[in-house]
Each structure stands twice: as C-alpha cells, then as structure tokens.
C-alpha cells in the first residue's frame, strides 16, 4: 500500500510492541535529509522509547480535540515511543514551516517500518521541558507519539461541511475529507 494511504494520526497502539532505538533514528534520519526553510535547520529531536520516561511524557500530552469525552489512549493502548521536537533558538528565532515537514518525514518513515503516529501539538510545554530539562534556548514545540497501531482508521468524504473526526459503536476512528475536486482550483475564463 501506498504510504501516505496509511498515514493517518493514529491514537491508540499495540503499546507491547517496542519501536528500536535505531528505527527511532532512522525517522529522525528522514527527517534529517527533509527540506528545512533556508536551510537552516533549527529543530533537535529527543527520541524515547524507555517505558518509564514514557509514563512521564504521556500526562503531559493532549488528545483528540473533538473527541470530548476521551482522555487518550488507555493503559495497554499508549505510545510505546515519542519524538519531540525541538527549536533551538541558537540557531535560529524561527523554524518557518520546518516542523511540520519534518514531522510528515518521521511519521511516512514510521509507516514504512510498519508503525504510526500522531503530531501532538496540544501539550504541557512547561511540564516536557522541566522533564528533558531543557535549558532556555530549546523549546518544545511537537510531540510525536509512535506505536504500532491497535485501531481502525476509516476516511469518510465530509457531509454537510463537518470535519470533526469521530468514533462509532466498534471505536472505528472515521475521519471526513474534502474530495479532490474540491480541493483543487481551477480559475474561471
């Protein structure tokens, strides 16, 4: 199958399945070679996959927005690994668009190990920096939780304008899309 087919921002996991340190480097690697804004380069990356650092990473993580009455994936059903993001403001004030470049590398490399993820952006930037003690020129800025997944994900064409992603009844995860003819414009003559 095609790799952004199975790209999908997976919440729940096999959390018993470890992702090696080395396959962690291999995503970070992808990410390495990705285009960065002007070259610059500015983002590190801090790769667990340490059970007990991943206790500690998890309360600080927020999960699936529209998704009210979930707290996140269950204990058996969490990330068995993370890559965070990091700007180093050494290098630069910035880091343009490169996150999100470098996290879609991490995460197709991962599909391509025959893991998934999900881009956090919604966390405690205080509480991750206080656990990797961070000193002032590096901030968080993305969490990628990484695990084999456990659940089903389902791409649904968008009815009625909603694009809130949602659970059935056999926690199937269905996420609305735009069709490609809406998406693309094409100027009137």
């Known amino acids: 199958m095609i790799p952004f087919l199975q790209n999908r921002s997976y919440r729940r996991f096999h959390q018993e399945v470890e992702i090696s340190f080395e396959n962690l480097k291999t995503m970070v690697e992808a990410a390495r070679l990705s285009p960065s804004s002007r070259n610059v380069q500015p ?38 690994a993370y890559i965070i993001l990091i700007h180093d403001k050494n290098i630069s004030a910035g880091y343009s668009c490169d996150n999100g470049i470098f996290a879609q590398s991490i995460l197709l490399q991962a599909v391509d190990l025959g893991f998934g993820g999900c881009m956090i ?53 269905h996420v609305p899309k735009r069709t490609l003819d809406e998406l693309i414009y094409i100027p009137e003559e």
């Open 43 to 80: 983002i590190k990356f801090y790769i667990n996959n340490n059970r007990r650092m991943n206790d500690k990473i998890f309360p600080n993580l927020g999960w699936a927005g529209y998704l009210k009455e979930w707290d996140g994936p269950s204990e058996g059903e969490r990330p068995s």
């Open 121 to 173: 952006a919604s966390f405690k930037k205080d509480g991750i920096s206080e656990l990797l003690h961070l000193p002032e020129n590096l901030d968080p800025i993305m969490v990628i939780a990484l695990g084999k997944p456990k659940e089903v994900i389902i791409v649904d064409e968008i009815k009625d304008g909603d694009v809130k992603y949602w659970r059935d009844n056999l926690q199937n995860h």
